[in-house]
């Protein structure tokens, strides 16, 4: 993008920009939630569709002047519908939080029992955590991953399900890596006649290249955040039933927001539209090979990976294998241009602050056009740096290491 104005405008927020594009295009992006977008969406989402105001929906705007905006809003829905073969697509919401609040206040009561996974087994603080609204407003009772394999375990879900009876149970996390069995929850849910909820914010790229089961033709309702691997703009989308269509759009609009950021859902059209070619295809089988390279060098260098591996786009490493705190490694990893996210481990006997692992993806560095072989190099700069994370020179080497070889790996909208 050409920030022209911008710079002769206001140039303490131009130089902000640059300085954070240097950081992007200098550094090495290995948080699990990150990517980069197109220029294509870059560009929607700089238009002048922010200009807008358009509460409602297509066809039944409660603003004049909005035949444009439906024709956009309708183009997102249709390409969502295709991509994840949903019956019904509500692409307004802000986020994934308030996608997620909007899912609970269209299905249930303030009080009523819902199932998560815990949060620092995996789960989203949107999942019931008790500093969140959704601990605050529902009755959440949690299940936890199987301590010694690291996966979820159907036979335990399904024991907490029939002792607790939720009248809802969510699957879909931010630090798990392995596939998830929809077919079971959906099995265990209906023996109870509790609804069916699958978050899917940070897979649901990998679910539309087909590279990961997909819960959205059979699970009564789904959250997605846009901007995660599925590489669109900041922002999220609600699938569900075509028969619970209009109490999801209610409780979007005018339940829980006002207008719509309509130039990001334009934004998220394009993104889709993307994510219907081909190339996207390979795109979500590399973020997988990359990911499971990644988890085999880590092993190799005998660290432990939770779950023995991974079947998406992440991984969770625990760092105490190291005797290093994630935090500790997340430092020394910045200090060298890597960017990584701290992370619980099941059971962590650490506080949240200090956990013990560290959560690595590769959806940023694959959309760079990253593959196995510069994996390996960067696994042996993460553990170079481990192992002299008190040692500022050789950080500052990696630094400059990592800094001449990002340079071959151009970013999309920088
Ligand atoms: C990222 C994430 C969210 C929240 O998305 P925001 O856009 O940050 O609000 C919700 N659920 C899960 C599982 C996530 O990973």
Redesign the pocket.
Known sequence: MNYENLKKEDQAIFDIIEQEKERQINEIELIA?ENYVSKSVLEAMGSVLTNKYSEGYPGHRYYGGNQMIDKAENVAIERAKQLFDAEHVNVQP???????AAVYFAFLKPGDKVMGLKLDHG?????GHPVNFSGMLYDFVQYEVDSKTGKIDMEEVRKVALKEKPKMIVA????YSREIEWDKFKEIADEIGAYTFA????TAGLIAAKKMNNPVPFFDVV?T?T??TLRGP???MIMCKEKFAKQVDRAVFPGMQGGPHDHINAAKAVAFGEALRPEFIEYGEQVIKNAQTMADEFEAKDYRVISNGTDNHLLVVDMTSKEIDGKTAEIALEKCGISVSRSTIPNDPNPPMKPSGVRFGTPAVTTRGMKEAEIKKIVEWIDKAIKNRNNEKTLKEIKNEVKEFSKDFPIPSA
């Open positions: 939630s802000l986020s994934g939080s308030p996608a997620n789960g989203h603080l949107s999942h879909g996390y931010s630090a978050d899917i914010a940070h959250s955040t901007h995660k900041r922002g999220a």
